[in-house]
């Protein structure tokens, strides 16, 4: 089974990754969350980048605020997709900062980029590169897209009583 690692800079980050969590068992995807600070544990970052594909990581979600350099430097060390999670912190410059710094990567070291406290997207996303080669996490992504779809079709039948 494929897993997705999400990590992030500190603890205050929790609640806006909660959602990528959430999604992510939804969709019945295995998920390890740890802290990963860019800054202040930058040897836990080396190893955790350089180790997650051994580890049976199939893509790894990072989010973090203010300068945000946690996506790109996991980016940097990795042979697996990384998806950035822009988090608006309290330091942050109404945040910004984050997305900038998570969406401006030099050629050559990708990272897919979620809007602000997009995390819920970021773990459809990771969900989804999974699916595509995994038919079960496929099917649970298809059956949820058909979900969304009729709670559409619903509100609009709603308007016309």
Excluded: C
Excluded at 20 to 41: C, G, M, P, W, Y
Excluded at 127 to 135: L, M, N, P
């Amino acid at each position: 089974m494929s897993k997705v690692a999400i990590i992030m800079g500190s603890i205050s980050d929790m609640p806006v990754m909660q959602d990528a969590i959430d999604i992510l068992k939804q969709f019945n995807v295995e998920v390890e969350v740890d802290i990963v600070s860019a800054h202040r544990t930058p040897e836990k970052l080396f190893d955790f980048s350089k180790n997650a594909h051994t580890r049976g990581i199939s893509v790894i979600i990072a989010g973090a605020g203010g300068a945000a350099h946690l996506p790109g430097m996991v980016a940097s060390m990795s042979p697996l997709p990384v998806i950035g999670v822009p988090v608006k912190s309290s330091n942050s410059i109404d945040g910004w900062d984050s997305v900038l710094s998570i969406l401006q990567m030099p050629g050559g070291v990708p990272v897919a980029t979620v809007a602000l406290n997009g995390a819920k997207n970021a773990g459809i996303l990771a969900a989804q590169i999974i699916g595509s080669h995994d038919k079960k996490v496929l099917d649970t992504i298809i059956a949820y897209k058909e979900e969304l779809k009729a709670a559409v079709n619903k509100a609009a039948e709603g308007l016309k009583k």
